[in-house]
């Protein structure tokens, strides 16, 4: 079922969606060469305790970390390890989330060890950039695959074949991290659910550099692409108001991502 919320209850989503932002703002900030995932992981759960509210991803379906880890051609789901450490050019996906007073927020980066080839700088910013095309979609009257059409128009654009990983993809999210509806990175718009006001949605593309298709590891977390090119994953929860999108997981509420689009936020 798709959960509806009230105005009050948007509002305490907002409160955790600016916990799970400052874990990210705090393991950013901690991303350097040599510190280990083990590390950058501490680092969140730190955060997100001293905020008063609880890692959402520790634990589920028995997962270990605060974070998902998930380096190079890791696309999701890495596990954070004290043992491995990140290297100058490694691109880590960072993927984090909080649960304040019952309510999830989840949210998630792709950032660049150091110096960042071309072709990675290229790759984080289109993830990025289709990401904010989906959320600026994300309007009351709408349908739910305007937003999928939106990730996929602006990664198609592109001179370079980028990859789109299938199935995978963003959710409803509110008393419960993963909640109806899918939210596929791809489709023809004006399809599925209706977009009204109360719905909040996870918006999470995943691209590659090659080949989308996809492979479990053993541990039976971790995603990669089997070509083995590196992938990028960026996610904002967002929440659809009268008002326009209200992205939960931005400290500015969406002002800076979605101004290109000429969509302003409720703030």
Known sequence: MIQIKTAHEIELMRASGL???????????????????????AVAEDHIRSQGAVPNFLGYHGFTGTICASINDEIVHGIPNPERRLVEGDNISIDCGAILEGWHSDSAITVTVGESSPEDAALL???ERSMWAGLARAIAGGRLTDISHAVEATIAAESHPYGIVDHYGGHGIGTEMHQDPHVLNYGRPGRGPKLVPGLALAIEPMVTIGDPAT?????????????????AHFEHTVAITPEGPWVLTAEDGGVAGLAPFGVTPRT
């Open 19 to 41: 916990v799970t932002a400052g874990a990210l703002k705090a393991v950013r900030a901690a991303v350097r060469p040599g510190v280990s995932t083990g590390e950058l992981d």
């Open 125 to 127: 910013e289109v993830t």
């Open 215 to 231: 492979v479990e590891l053993e541990d039976g977390w971790t995603v990669v692409t089997k070509d083995g090119s590196r992938a």
